[in-house]
Nanobody, 119 residues
Framework: QVQLVESGGGLVQAGGSLKLSCAAS????????MGWFRQAPGKEREFVAA?????YYADSAKGRFTISRDNAKNTVYLQMNSLKREDTAVYYC???????????????WGQGTQVTVSS
């Protein structure tokens, strides 16, 4: 098991940028696939990006978001550029043993951080 704590959310104008961080506990962080998901009001949680040795992105994130990890710091990041109103959501960090876009394959979740994009 690994405990995850997200930070970096906030209010930003459309076109702006935010960088989310997710700090993980434990000494086996490098063995986990790390993912970011988001849930907008009234919608189901959806995949955003994942990183192990490779990176994967949802179509909505390609070209605007960058996922990265620093195994020495037990931290995964999500750099979000050119933000749009439809990016408004609670963003969750997740850890799993296989790299996947499927929510149910992740068994460790953070508490989420709110991102609000205003027009």
């Amino acid at each position: 098991q690994v405990q995850l704590v997200e930070s970096g959310g906030g209010l930003v104008q459309a076109g702006g940028s935010l960088k989310l961080s997710c700090a993980a506990s434990g000494r086996t962080f490098s063995r986990y696939n790390m993912g970011w998901f988001r849930q907008a009001p009234g919608k189901e949680r959806e995949f955003v990006a994942a990183v192990m040795s490779s990176t994967y992105y949802a179509d909505s994130a390609k070209g605007r978001f960058t996922i990265s990890r620093d195994n020495a710091k037990n931290t995964v990041y999500l750099q979000m550029n050119s933000l749009k109103r439809e990016d408004t959501a609670v963003y969750y960090c997740a850890a799993g043993v296989v790299i996947t876009t499927k929510e149910n394959e992740y068994n460790n979740w953070g508490q989420g951080t709110q991102v609000t994009v205003s027009s």
